[in-house]
């Protein structure tokens, strides 16, 4: 059963750091690749990040490019998004998700995790 778990998720002032971690299980990421997700309220769900399945390349948002970085550790079977210079626009639940294929550097996910919230005050 493929699973996903994200943790790290909380307040942190402007200009702060998180990090999100997201422990999958039920796959290798030769299966899947892992993309990232937020919503704020209000909004349609947005891509964050990618790591493509098929090559490991990692494609960002422009919103976040330069900010966030993601990495993977297969031995923890665990996806990571550090959010540095965190603004109030970020403010979202953040989810992982598996995905078998990507479209323009946007995973298409087949999996999610139930997310975490990140709030950033002003």
């Known amino acids: 059963e493929v699973q996903l778990v994200e943790s790290g998720g909380g307040l942190v002032q402007a200009g702060g750091s998180l990090r999100l971690s997201c422990v999958v299980s039920?796959?290798?990421?030769?299966?899947?690749?892992v993309g990232w997700y937020r919503q704020a309220p209000g909004k349609a769900r947005e891509s964050v990040s990618c790591i493509s399945r098929s090559d490991g390349k990692i494609h960002y948002a422009d919103s976040v490019k330069g900010r966030f970085t993601t990495s993977s550790d297969a031995a923890k079977n665990t996806v990571y998004l550090q959010m540095n210079s965190l603004k109030p626009e970020d403010t979202a639940s953040y989810y992982c998700a598996a995905a078998s294929t990507e479209v323009a550097g946007i995973c298409l996910p087949n999996y999610w995790g139930s997310g975490t919230q990140v709030t950033v005050s002003s």
């Open positions: 039920g796959f290798t990421f030769d299966d899947y690749g």
